[in-house]
């Protein structure tokens, strides 16, 4: 994606300057509990789930970010513990597992009542179409998926010779089961992929508010996602 690219430029020059791009972190055991700010989110796909949990300081994500210490903070899912990731510029908390009907992140705390929260994703989504065909970006083309839900599913087309469609990381669509790409739609990423081909991922993702416990800030999501190619 364009916006990758950008992001990974940008580390380059601050390794130079700064020592890597990392974000600032902090100890959870040094922060009360009205300082965090969380993030929880579950992805489902087919018959698997992946949970994870960023915690922050303050009121928003970003900044500095927090890694949960030695005092007793810990954070599960359906009872399952999440495990540290350090794989990018901070620290989240993940685990893999099947799929279940509704999720509960437990944060537990010493000397401090667990804090409870919930979310259930929203239906399935099995994507029908296209499945491996080639395509001309001259030509246009349906993407189908069941049409087992409402509102909208958040649509992202990507492959490394063209430009995101419908826009940057995807835009949301009608959640009806089908949604026409014109002729032309899918452009060129650069001048000369004008005449290239590449395998294009077809993601379609139904996002879900959960609800968080009364006492903490932050969010909680529940995405369920179908893809094809």
Request: charged residues 20%; contains cysteine; negative net charge.
């Amino acid at each position: 994606m364009k916006h990758t690219l950008g992001i990974a430029l940008g580390c380059v020059v601050a390794a130079t300057a700064a020592m890597g791009c990392s974000s600032p972190e902090e100890d959870s055991c040094n922060i009360k509990t009205a300082g965090i700010y969380v993030e929880y989110e579950v992805f489902e796909e087919g018959s698997n789930a992946h949970a994870r949990a960023t915690f922050w300081t303050g009121d928003k994500p970003g900044g500095t970010f927090l890694t949960l210490g030695n005092c007793g903070d810990a954070i599960t899912v359906n009872g399952q513990s999440l495990a540290k990731d350090s794989a990018y510029s901070h620290d989240s908390y993940e685990v893999k597992m099947p799929a279940a009907d509704s999720y509960e992140f437990v944060f537990s705390r010493a000397d401090e009542d667990p804090y409870s929260s919930t979310v259930s994703p929203r239906a399935p989504v099995v994507v029908t179409a296209p499945t491996g065909d080639s395509i001309s970006r001259a030509d246009s083309f349906d993407v189908l998926w069941d049409a087992n839900d409402s509102g909208n599913i958040y649509l992202l087309i990507d492959g490394d010779c063209i430009d995101d469609y419908p826009n940057i990381s995807g835009d949301d669509v009608v959640d009806n089961g089908s949604h026409t790409v014109n002729a032309g739609a899918i452009e060129p990423r650069m001048q000369d992929d004008a005449t290239e081909s590449c395998t294009a991922e077809v993601v379609l993702t139904r996002v879900n508010d959960g609800t968080l416990s009364s006492s903490l800030k932050g969010t909680i999501k529940g995405n369920s996602r179908g893809r094809t190619s």
